[in-house]
């Protein structure tokens, strides 16, 4: 099998798990389901894993809508081995594994919990543990080299993967 069909089946296959415990968890099958369960946001969302299919990478959202990180877990044993928090405001758009250890993500921004966000134009990259992490391409200028891209006018977004 090769691994363009193994990723989804895993990536299926984690989430039947999870469902499956929440709901033994959850107690009889005839229990109402409390309101607040359709009325909050998700904290975890848009999943992307690994190349290599060892770990997963997902935006992570706190209660008050103003912090946002990513984390990365090791899918053995789905422990935390990185961790990269964005500014206030700032979220993760896209999360894209360009090797089995590098991830590259897009920027965005949201002023609150109910706005929309909106894609800032910065790409930025890390290793799966938070380490060496770059500024990509953006409109703020930073000590060393990124210092030159900060007369770059446009907007930069991750279109894809080379085979």
Not at 3 to 32: F, K
Not at 39 to 66: E, F, N, R, W
Not at 111 to 123: A, H, Q, R
Request: charged fraction near 20%; include cysteine.
């Amino acid at each position: 099998m090769n691994c363009c069909r193994l990723r989804p089946l895993l990536l299926g296959a984690s989430l039947l798990l999870g469902a499956h415990s929440a709901l033994a968890q959850s107690g009889p099958a005839d229990a109402p389901v409390p309101l607040k369960d359709f009325t909050q946001h998700a904290h975890i969302h848009d999943p992307a894993l690994s190349p290599d299919g060892k770990y997963l990478a997902v935006s992570m959202d706190d209660a008050d809508g103003k912090h946002h990180a990513i984390v990365i877990f090791r899918i053995s044993d789905m422990q935390t081995v990185g961790l990269l928090k964005m500014p206030v405001y700032e979220m993760p758009s896209d999360i894209t594994w360009v090797s089995p250890t590098r991830i590259v993500v897009e920027k965005a921004r949201a002023m609150g919990s109910l706005d929309i966000p909106t894609t800032t134009g910065e790409i930025i990259s890390a290793d799966f543990d938070g380490k060496n992490q770059r500024y990509i391409y953006g409109y703020q200028g930073q000590a060393g080299r990124a210092a030159t891209r900060a007369r770059d006018e446009g907007s930069g977004a991750i279109a894809g993967v080379p085979p």
